[in-house]
């Protein structure tokens, strides 16, 4: 077990744990810190390789550990740094953190188109969340964005590879969860983009599951492509006897009235999948008789959406149907 | 004439064939290596040494050796970084195409020394004619006992295997060279885990430049302490410096490190002065990535001391006065270049070499890159420059490799220095498309005390 301090508090974690997942499992223990968890946009508890590449969990190690309490000299990606014990960490504390993620938070912005009116991912988007909370109100970037074609990749899936923050995710998630990838990234640098194969498309059991894991409206649902907004549609807990052996059926509906507008996996607090579902469940139930009703979710992931007014993040309301999408004050200019 | 221990030999005609080399005393490294020498005690030799890595961050070899792990029935690889696309570095060049068998020697003294029996050559894709030098030198090498099974009856077994990158300056950093040795994206990885535990097929690995591991060979010859005895303090030993821009004689010089710039730029023994009498503006002592210094800053450290070839004085100041020795790329400016266009010119190389991993260098490169063509073309606004500033700022040490850094450090430099002169394309746009606008006037007064 190892002790680290997060903003002054003081926990007890497994060897191994990562910056980010103790500051987690605090917020897990003590959901008043739940503010104080550093945002991820790459990292994936259930994806291996995941994290490191977005840079908005960074945070300043100002005691190593209790062996050698120097502080690290660059700023760290808490969801790569394991803690060791005696470690002292600053996030929300230290101004040199705020400023880089101010930063980050700008640079992923920067080429990201600001169609949220018309993006499937709007209310539940991390982007949004994170703009929200560390964005500037205006871009100084005075240039044209980058932008590309709006592709299918696979019958089911949609690419809007101007959405795209390329945490690689996806790319983690085909190789993890289904057989065979056929898409990755191509190109490099600011030209790279998500790609499939040329003639192949993605489509397995569980090719689905890229869309649960894309913390934008990258990629998208196209039975559900322009349905509904999400939070005009209801969610429901649900399962079926899914006969598939890897996808346990456990599911979430969205709905609006009886119509099943959209499956999901179920998410946590943290915006993961709580266990990955197959196709056939995502995409082809969309009927009532299919499914086993659990009753109404409770959708508690902090959101910019929350009563069609926009709470600080601290105050953690829990978001529940019917509220409105009140559009970012002072949006950028395009 | 000053001593060189890597390309004495390289102006003899054959010598890149086996029997020349060998007939000027070559593979008498290897010999001594493999028949009389322990792999610890060689690489305390290379310790002694005090040899620094030559591929650009300098970090003692021998140092890196003994921290490589040694756990039993893991095979080791040694991976020597022929990927060399830093702009304004050209030595590795020139040593694998004028004297290959001096790099296959370096790694059969190194493979013995690490324990390993594979050794690859990750080499700069558009070096496609190198490959054939090397491939053949390998083969000579193989033919006459130094490679394959049971080297010189020692029981030592090595292979050597050459790679040709694709085209990305990015695979020049040791964990993405690494990842594309393994046939994936050239991705950096994050590190921890260092290849020294886990590098190539997750095996414990030296990653060296060329320069590095043929080095390794006069220290064997001549054993580390003689080596260390050549160069100055720190910096010991010789090292490669490619040459270019505005001087008389561009080209790949060995120096003895310790020597002064200003003999180094002036003399008609290296770079023979600047071309056509022209005045000094500023030089890039280092390679791209590091910062440029103005010319009053060049012979003469901030305080007033001479600036020597060595990685201590080039990078006395710090990044308020210094700069790095760097890969040692000495781009030489004469006083009709522009910075502006300069660092956009640098800036735009990093843009399209960023992997694209981390969102500050692959957001924040492209960003700087449109700022800079903007106020070189003089269209820029006096914000810009401030707004590059922080931009940079942003980037430098929020990133997983260091090439977001050394995309930050030539643009903080250029504005650092010159900054008049980016303020100059903002208030003369017209003029600045027609002339350039000459040395910088205002001269940096020096701090009192030597910065860090
Ligand atoms: C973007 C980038 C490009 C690099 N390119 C090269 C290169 O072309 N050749 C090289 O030897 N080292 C290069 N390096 C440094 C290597 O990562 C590594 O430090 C070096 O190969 C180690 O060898 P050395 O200790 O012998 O210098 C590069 C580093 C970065 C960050
Ligand atoms: S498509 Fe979505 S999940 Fe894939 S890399 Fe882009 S943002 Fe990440
Ligand atoms: S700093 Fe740039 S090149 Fe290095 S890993 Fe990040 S994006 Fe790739
Ligand atoms: S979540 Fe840690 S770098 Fe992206």
């Known amino acids: 077990?190892?002790?680290?301090?997060?903003?002054?508090?003081?926990?007890?974690?497994?060897?191994?744990?990562?910056?980010?997942?103790?500051?987690?499992?605090?917020a897990e223990h003590h959901p008043e810190l739940s503010a104080n968890v550093p945002p991820a946009?790459?990292?994936?508890?259930?994806?291996?390789?995941?994290?490191?590449?977005?840079?908005?969990?960074?945070?300043?190690?100002?005691?190593?550990?209790?062996?050698?309490p120097r502080p690290m000299p660059k700023l760290v990606a808490s969801c790569r740094t394991t803690v060791m014990d005696g470690m002292e960490v600053q996030n929300k504390l230290s101004p040199q953190v705020q400023d880089a993620r101010k930063g980050v938070v700008e640079f992923l912005l920067l080429n990201h188109p600001l169609d949220c009116p018309v993006c499937d991912q709007a209310g539940e988007c991390h982007l949004q969340d994170l703009g929200y909370e560390h964005g500037s109100q205006n871009t100084r970037y005075e240039f044209k964005r980058r932008?590309?074609?709006?592709?299918?990749?696979?019958?089911?899936?949609?690419?809007?590879?101007?959405?795209?923050?390329?945490?690689y995710r996806c790319v983690f998630t085909a190789n993890q969860i289904t057989e065979g990838r056929v898409h990755g990234i191509i190109n490099r640098g600011d030209h790279a983009e998500i790609s499939t194969y040329i003639h192949q498309s993605i489509d397995?059991?569980?090719?689905?599951?890229?869309?649960?894991?894309?913390p934008v409206g990258a990629l998208t649902d196209k039975t559900f492509r322009f349905k509904s907004r999400v939070w005009n549609t209801n969610p429901y807990n649900a399962h079926r006897e899914c006969t598939n052996p890897k996808c346990n059926g456990h599911v979430v509906l969205w709905m609006a009235g009886n119509d099943i507008l959209r499956v999901t996996a179920r998410k946590d607090q943290w915006g993961e999948v709580e266990s990955f579902i197959c196709n056939e469940c995502r995409f082809d139930k969309k009927s009532l008789g299919d499914w086993i009703l659990e009753g109404p979710r409770k959708v508690d992931r902090h959101s910019v959406i929350s009563g069609g007014h926009y709470n600080s993040l601290s105050d953690k309301k829990v978001l529940t149907k019917s509220t409105t999408f009140a559009v970012m004050e002072g949006s950028k200019k395009d | 004439m000053s001593t060189k221990l890597l390309l004495d030999k390289a102006h003899i005609a054959g010598i890149e064939t086996f029997?020349?080399?060998?007939?000027?005393?070559?593979?008498?490294?290897?010999?001594?290596?493999?028949?009389?020498?322990?792999?610890?005690?060689?690489?305390?030799?290379?310790?002694?040494?005090?040899?620094?890595?030559?591929?650009?961050?300098?970090?003692?070899?021998?140092?890196?050796?003994?921290?490589?792990?040694?756990?039993?029935?893991?095979?080791?690889?040694?991976?020597?970084?022929?990927?060399?696309?830093?702009?304004?570095?050209?030595?590795?060049?020139?040593?694998?195409?004028?004297?290959?068998?001096?790099?296959?020697?370096?790694?059969?003294?190194?493979?013995?020394?690490?324990?390993?029996?594979?050794?690859?050559?990750?080499?700069?894709?558009?070096?496609?004619?190198?490959?054939?030098?090397?491939?053949?030198?390998?083969a000579e090498a193989k033919n006459n006992g130094f490679l394959g099974k049971n080297i010189l009856g020692t029981g030592f077994d090595l292979e050597i295997h050459v790679q040709r990158g694709a085209g990305a300056y990015i695979c020049g950093e040791e964990t993405a060279l690494l990842e594309s040795l393994e046939g994936k994206r050239g991705n950096p990885r994050i590190k921890p885990p260092f290849p020294a535990v886990k590098g190539l097929y997750g095996c414990p690995t030296v990653v060296n430049n060329v320069e590095s591991i043929a080095a390794a060979v006069p220290i064997v010859?001549?054993?580390?302490?003689?080596?260390?005895?050549?160069?100055?303090?720190?910096?010991?030993?010789?090292?490669?410096?490619?040459?270019?821009?505005?001087?008389?004689?561009?080209?790949?010089?060995?120096?003895?490190?310790?020597?002064?710039?200003?003999?180094?730029?002036?003399?008609?023994?290296?770079?023979?002065?600047?071309?056509?009498?022209?005045?000094?503006?500023?030089?890039?002592?280092?390679?791209?990535?590091?910062?440029?210094?103005?010319?009053?800053?060049?012979?003469?450290?901030?305080?007033?001391?001479?600036?020597?070839?060595?990685?201590?004085?080039?990078?006395?100041?710090?990044?308020?006065?210094?700069?790095?020795?760097?890969?040692?790329?000495?781009?030489?400016?004469?006083?009709?270049?522009?910075?502006?266009?300069?660092?956009?010119?640098f800036t735009r190389f990093y843009r399209h070499e960023s992997c694209g991993q981390c969102s500050p260098c692959r957001e924040g490169t492209g960003w700087m890159e449109k700022l800079l063509w903007r106020l070189d073309n003089g269209q820029g606004k006096m914000e810009d420059i401030d707004l590059l500033w922080d931009?940079?700022?942003?980037?430098?040490?929020?990133?997983?490799?260091?090439?977001?850094?050394?995309?930050s450090w030539p643009v903080?430099?250029?504005?650092r220095h010159f900054r008049e002169e980016f303020e100059w394309h903002v208030t003369h746009p017209k003029e600045a498309m027609e002339r350039n606008y000459g040395l910088r006037k205002n001269i940096y007064v020096a701090p009192t005390t030597a910065g860090a």
């Not at chain 1, 926990?11 to 103790?22: F, K, S």
């Not at chain 1, 994290?51 to 190690?61: A, F």
């Not at chain 1, 949609?158 to 390329?166: A, E, F, P, V």
């Not at chain 2, 903080?412 to 504005?415: F, P, S």
């Open chain 2, 391 to 407: 931009i940079q700022r942003k980037i430098e040490g929020n990133t997983i490799c260091p090439l977001g850094d050394a995309a």
């Open chain 1, 147 to 167: 932008t590309f074609e709006v592709e299918d990749i696979g019958d089911k899936v949609k690419l809007h590879m101007n959405r795209c923050i390329l945490c």
């Open chain 1, 1 to 26: 077990m190892a002790k680290v301090t997060i903003d002054g508090h003081l926990m007890e974690v497994p060897d191994g744990t990562t910056i980010l997942n103790a500051a987690r499992m605090m």
């Open chain 2, 19 to 138: 029997e020349i080399y060998r007939k000027e005393g070559g593979y008498r490294a290897a010999e001594k290596a493999l028949k009389s020498m322990t792999p610890d005690e060689i690489t305390e030799e290379v310790k002694k040494s005090g040899l620094r890595g030559r591929g650009g961050a300098g970090f003692p070899t021998g140092m890196k050796w003994s921290f490589l792990a040694k756990p039993e029935g893991v095979p080791r690889y040694l991976v020597c970084n022929a990927d060399e696309s830093e702009p304004g570095t050209f030595k590795d060049r020139f040593l694998m195409e004028k004297i290959p068998h001096l790099l296959v020697e370096g790694l059969i003294v190194s493979s013995f020394a690490l324990g390993a029996n594979t050794a690859y050559i990750y080499i700069r894709g558009e070096y496609a004619w190198i490959v054939h030098i090397l491939e053949k030198a390998i």
């Open chain 1, 204 to 214: 397995n059991d569980f090719s689905g599951n890229v869309i649960d894991v894309c």
């Open chain 1, 41 to 68: 946009m790459c990292y994936y508890s259930k994806l291996e390789g995941s994290g490191g590449k977005c840079r908005t969990c960074l945070v300043q190690v100002t005691k190593g550990s209790e062996k050698d």
């Open chain 2, 412 to 415: 903080a430099a250029a504005i």
């Open chain 2, 221 to 345: 010859n001549m054993t580390g302490d003689e080596y260390a005895k050549i160069g100055l303090g720190r910096s010991t030993g010789t090292k490669l410096i490619s040459a270019s821009g505005n001087i008389n004689k561009p080209g790949v010089y060995e120096i003895v490190l310790g020597l002064s710039v200003e003999e180094f730029l002036m003399s008609d023994e290296y770079c023979g002065g600047m071309k056509n009498g022209k005045k000094l503006k500023a030089c890039v002592p280092g390679g791209s990535s590091v910062p440029i210094l103005p010319h009053d800053l060049l012979f003469k450290t901030a305080n007033g001391e001479t600036r020597l070839m060595t990685y201590e004085s080039l990078s006395d100041g710090g990044f308020a006065t210094g700069s790095m020795l760097g890969s040692g790329g000495f781009i030489v400016y004469d006083e009709d270049q522009c910075i502006v266009e300069n660092t956009y010119n």
